[in-house]
């Protein structure tokens, strides 16, 4: 298994900044994709950005596309989310997920799809104000 929690979230004013962390234990080295999604109340929950392990290029939503940069840093099995020119629509419960080789999930789906993930983390309030 693997056990994911983030930490970073807040308050902030519109076009300020916040960094998200997303820490990774357990059974990390079966980790293939870390993606972070977010969840406004009333709405489905919905893809932001995603990061491969071993490699390869970074995928974004269009709306954070330019602001939010994803990072990880595989010795400390992290994942960060680094959110610039926050606005009110930023506002969410943010979440980090992983896939695992080890899991059917991502056969078939693609890096913005909630299915592919099998580990998720308990989430972390993001509140931007105007």
């Known amino acids: 298994q693997v056990q994911l929690v983030e930490s970073g979230g807040g308050l902030v004013q519109a076009g300020g900044s916040l960094r998200l962390s997303c820490s990774a234990s357990?059974?990390?080295?079966?980790?293939?994709?870390m993606g972070w999604f977010r969840q406004a109340p009333g709405k489905e929950r919905e893809f932001v950005a995603a990061?491969?392990?071993?490699?390869?290029?970074?995928y974004y939503a269009d709306s954070v596309k330019g602001r939010f940069t994803i990072s990880r840093d595989n010795a400390k099995n992290t994942v960060y989310l680094q959110m610039n020119s926050l606005k009110p629509e930023d506002t969410a419960v943010y979440y980090c997920?992983?896939?695992?080789?080890?899991?059917?999930?991502?056969?078939?789906?693609?890096?913005?799809?909630?299915?592919?993930?099998?580990?998720w983390g308990q989430g972390t309030q993001v509140t931007v104000s105007s």
């Open positions: 990061i491969p392990w071993s490699g390869g290029s970074t």
């Open positions: 997920a992983a896939d695992s080789r080890y899991s059917a999930l991502f056969v078939s789906r693609t890096y913005s799809d909630t299915q592919r993930y099998t580990y």
């Open positions: 357990g059974r990390t080295g079966s980790m293939i994709l």
